[in-house]
């Protein structure tokens, strides 16, 4: 029962994290958007490139957490014990996790750019 706890909550730290990339980019983005000044105060390339590169590293760690938690999850199903998942099988669930990865991955990348697309149009 506690091994069944620990994969849901590692289910839902992954959502977490996904839900906060993308809530964090959409306010980035929103305040650049309803106040152009911001970015056209950025004349400096160097500026322009170091905020890109920690937006990038911040989208790369938050990728990496998505990661490991499932990850995590993933090795709990494959631990060998029983766990109780309602009659769905373990390969179906491996897929799921599978999918759920890269998905999740994916919404992170998209966000990030969106928030790296901002601050260079906003820029003009």
């Not at 306010?27 to 322009?48: C, D, N, V, Y």
């Not at 990728?63 to 390969?91: F, P, R």
């Amino acid at each position: 029962m506690l091994k069944n706890q620990y994969f849901w909550k590692l289910w839902d730290a992954a959502n977490i994290i996904t839900g906060f990339a993308a809530t964090q980019s959409l306010a980035f983005a929103f305040l650049f958007i309803t106040h152009p000044s911001f970015g056209r105060q950025l004349k400096s390339e160097l500026i322009l490139g170091g905020i890109s590169f920690f937006i990038i590293i911040g989208g790369a760690i938050y990728s990496i957490g998505v990661s490991k938690c499932l990850k995590w999850a993933k090795s709990l199903l494959l631990s060998g014990e029983k766990m109780e998942m309602n009659n769905i099988d373990v390969e179906t669930m491996i897929s799921s996790i599978n999918y759920s990865t890269k998905g999740r991955i994916w919404v992170i990348i998209f966000f990030t750019l969106l928030d790296i697309g901002v601050l260079f149009l906003t820029r003009v």
